[in-house]
């Protein structure tokens, strides 16, 4: 043989039992044998009885307790406003005015008919004073002495119109200062100076912020585990700070045109918040006294039957039918199907089969 030939022979050889190795190397994934193949990763939760609270949740904007729309009880242009949006007024404080000078001349006016009609009554009274005892002592007729006490009657009734026509007058100039009918934070400024206000044109919104109230209803099924004083965990605006309310009113008849029951919640501290933000109230409705449960997302359902997918003590999947009980919030109650002690599939169900070899993590 020559020496090339001896050379060929050596290689083949060699790339043979190099191929044989591999071969026998990477054996392990296609005997098909389970303990060989790599196990999918779970989490899981055991399931043991436990007192599951039930919550009924609302949400609507913030009120003061006294809220109120203030309007309009005068005529004419606005000349200057005294308070702007987000200012606490007082109740009587004024928020602006009006041009009112022809309210000032009108009060001017009948304060001086009211002089005129007191100078006549007076002297009316006086005279009719007299007539009196003239006509006791008959020195006068009777005609005469009926003439004195109608003119009499004639100046009381003038003097008592003169006043209510000041009092009207005076009422016309006050209302031109546009003065707070209440206490609280101007939460919403509808007018702005130059503009002409006719009666009933909306001035301002009013609100007591010192105490803010969430009105908002609930269905016929929750409102009968309500009652009044309940307390309530309010959060606002995704502020995860926690304020305490307690239920203040609730309705004995839907709200008008709706199947929702009012409902009325105070705030015990309105500290940093502001009428006309949006607040979820959180209610404590009851309590299932241990019971087996656990999260919506660990049950799969399949028309009509619903299955949670457990691990064994050996890490094998086993899926197991269960008769559901009430959802409550986020969870699910389990009437039969599973025990407690069972290890439910919390993480990784999607890929899994019942009997699967799994690694559990915790």
Not at 9 to 25: F, N, P, Q, V
Not at 44 to 72: A, C, F, N
Not at 252 to 267: D, H, M, Q, T
């Amino acid at each position: 043989m020559s020496r090339i030939m001896k050379i060929l022979a050596i290689m083949t050889l060699a790339a043979l039992l190099t191929g044989l190795a591999s071969c026998k190397k990477g054996s392990g994934p296609a005997d098909g044998n389970p303990a060989n193949e790599e196990r999918q990763v779970v989490m899981v939760e055991e399931l043991q009885p436990r007192d599951l609270p039930e919550h009924i949740t609302v949400s609507g904007r913030l009120e003061g307790s006294g809220d109120i729309l203030m309007v309009s009880e005068t005529t004419g242009r606005i000349i200057r406003l005294t308070k702007k949006l987000g200012d606490r007024i007082e109740k009587g404080e004024r928020l602006g005015i009006t041009d009112n000078e022809v309210f000032r001349i009108q009060l001017d006016q009948a304060e001086a008919a009211k002089l005129s009609a007191e100078s006549g009554f007076e002297n009316a009274r006086l005279n009719f004073t007299v007539a009196e005892n003239l006509f006791r002592q008959k020195l006068i007729s009777e005609v005469e002495y009926n003439s004195n006490a109608a003119a009499f009657k004639s100046a009381k009734a003038a003097l008592d119109g003169a006043t209510a026509g000041v009092e009207a007058a005076r009422r016309n100039y006050d209302n031109s200062f546009l003065a707070a009918p209440a206490s609280g934070i101007i939460s919403r400024l509808l007018v702005t100076e130059g503009q002409y206000l006719s009666y009933g044109t909306q001035i301002a919104y009013i609100a007591d912020n010192r105490n803010l109230v969430i009105k908002t209803g609930v269905g016929e099924s929750q409102i009968g585990k309500l009652k009044q004083g309940q307390e309530a965990d309010i959060t606002v605006n995704g502020d995860p700070k926690i304020h305490k309310g307690q239920i203040s009113g609730l309705g004995l008849r839907p709200l008008p045109g709706a199947a929702n029951y009012p409902l009325e919640i105070r705030l015990l501290n309105s500290a940093g918040l502001q009428s006309g933000m949006v607040a979820s109230a959180r209610i404590l409705s009851g309590v299932f006294r241990n019971q087996l449960y656990t999260s919506i997302n660990n049950v799969i359902r399949e028309y009509d039957r619903y299955y949670i997918y457990t691990v064994n003590q050996d890490d094998i999947v086993v899926r197991k039918e269960i008769t559901p009980g009430r959802i409550i919030g986020e969870n699910m109650l389990i009437l039969s199907g599973a025990e407690a002690g069972d290890r439910i599939v919390t993480t990784g169900a999607d890929n899994i089969e019942d009997g699967a070899l799994v690694q559990v993590r915790s």
